[in-house]
């Protein structure tokens, strides 16, 4: 969507005040029953553009799955923030374009953006990706996807464990929600399960999206001495692209960053939403109820790994690929029984499966992460 076209939404609801009062009183005003009933338009919106080779391209390139399915028109809207704006963004969607089905995808837009229109448009649906949906607290025409992630960074850290030759790993996150906690644990322990000697420093940036700060945090880490980095912020390519230039070897994450260094990118953790969204959309379709709270792994078709990069040895491929084979089985064991935290507090007592942790809690970082939530 062009910028011409995000100021139009947004600026709508204000240059047409006819317009907002029928469309308040009726979200499909501008569409007949009868093609309600045979066609599905479904929005999206993206808190950056579409082209970040991370989070906002992984969810822009599910939506373009949508594109060629029968009946269904796809609305996008790019560079929101998670303020009003997007309320304004979902309001246009609906009223404009007929939207049905909405899927607001930035963390920040859930709570309260999400929920204030899914009270006042009970008749659409909305689904957050990573939002905590609550049954009884939050409206039942809202819901969250995500996907078990984690293990592909665990696999991420496997081709980190071999390429590493200083033993030490680096990771640029965010911010220290549950989700990024459990993708930095993740990544050491996979590295751990090559070489149990093998360190992980983190650097939080404070931002989802900081091009200076991740720049920054990546030299950090390997002036340190980490020579393996990967990362968790909306777009890696700043990260991949500077600890390349370095000499690093890189893992991905949220899409595929390997064109931005072919040599030194081992392979990436990518979200396969086109999967997700399709089997949404597919529900709505045929009239089923979508699901509120709506997780999957690898074996899934959730998330996917990157093709293994040619500085991948032989020895790592074989045991990325037994690895992977395992968790295609389901049921595979990141976090395992005896587990301390960087503190030297056990911290799981039972060998857990990656669907049987509670993501939305997880806040401690393991033994061998060396950095702090606080």
């Known amino acids: 969507m062009t910028k011409l076209m995000s100021v139009t939404r947004r600026t709508f609801l204000k240059t047409s005040a006819a317009g907002v009062a029928g469309a308040a009183l009726a979200p499909n005003a501008f569409f007949s029953p009868a093609m309600a009933q045979a066609a599905l338009t479904v929005g999206f919106i993206y808190v950056g553009p579409k082209d970040d080779y991370g989070y906002n391209q992984a969810h822009a390139e599910g939506a373009a799955v949508l594109k060629s399915m029968a009946g269904v028109t796809v609305v996008e809207e790019e560079n929101v923030p998670e303020t009003v704006d997007v309320q304004k963004t979902m309001e246009s969607m609906i009223n404009l374009d007929g939207a049905t089905l909405v899927f607001p995808t930035s963390f920040g837009y859930f709570d309260p953006h999400m929920l204030a229109m899914a009270e006042k448009y009970p008749d659409v649906q909305f689904r957050h990706c990573g939002g905590l949906w609550q049954e009884g607290k939050n409206p039942m025409n809202t819901g969250s996807y995500f996907g078990y992630i984690g293990q592909g960074q665990y696999l991420n850290g496997i081709t980190a464990g071999y390429a590493s030759k200083s033993k030490k790993i680096g990771f640029v996150a965010a911010k220290p929600i549950p989700q990024v906690v459990q993708n930095i644990n993740s990544f050491l322990l996979g590295a751990r399960s090559v070489d149990p000697s093998i360190t992980c420093q983190v650097i939080f940036t404070g931002e989802w999206s900081l091009a200076v700060k991740e720049a920054e945090a990546t030299n950090a880490l390997i002036d340190q001495g980490a020579d393996v980095i990967t990362c968790h912020v ?141």
């Open 234 to 374: 909306d777009s890696p390519k700043v990260v991949v692209e500077t600890a390349a230039g370095r000499g690093a070897f890189v893992c991905g994450y949220h899409a595929n960053q390997s064109p931005l260094a072919p040599e030194k990118y081992l392979t990436g953790a990518e979200w396969a939403w086109g999967n997700v969204y399709t089997d949404f959309v597919k529900k709505a379709q045929a009239g089923e109820k979508l699901g509120n709270f709506v997780r999957g792994g690898l074996k899934d078709g959730f998330v996917k790994m990157s093709p293994l990069g040619p500085a991948v040895s032989a020895e790592a491929r074989t045991k990325f690929e037994a690895t992977q084979a395992e968790m295609m089985k389901g049921g595979f064991s990141v976090f395992r029984s005896g587990l301390k935290d960087n503190k030297g507090t056990v911290v799981v007592t039972a060998d857990l499966a990656e669907d049987a942790i509670e993501l939305e809690s997880m806040s401690y970082l393991v033994e061998g992460v060396i950095g702090s939530t606080s």
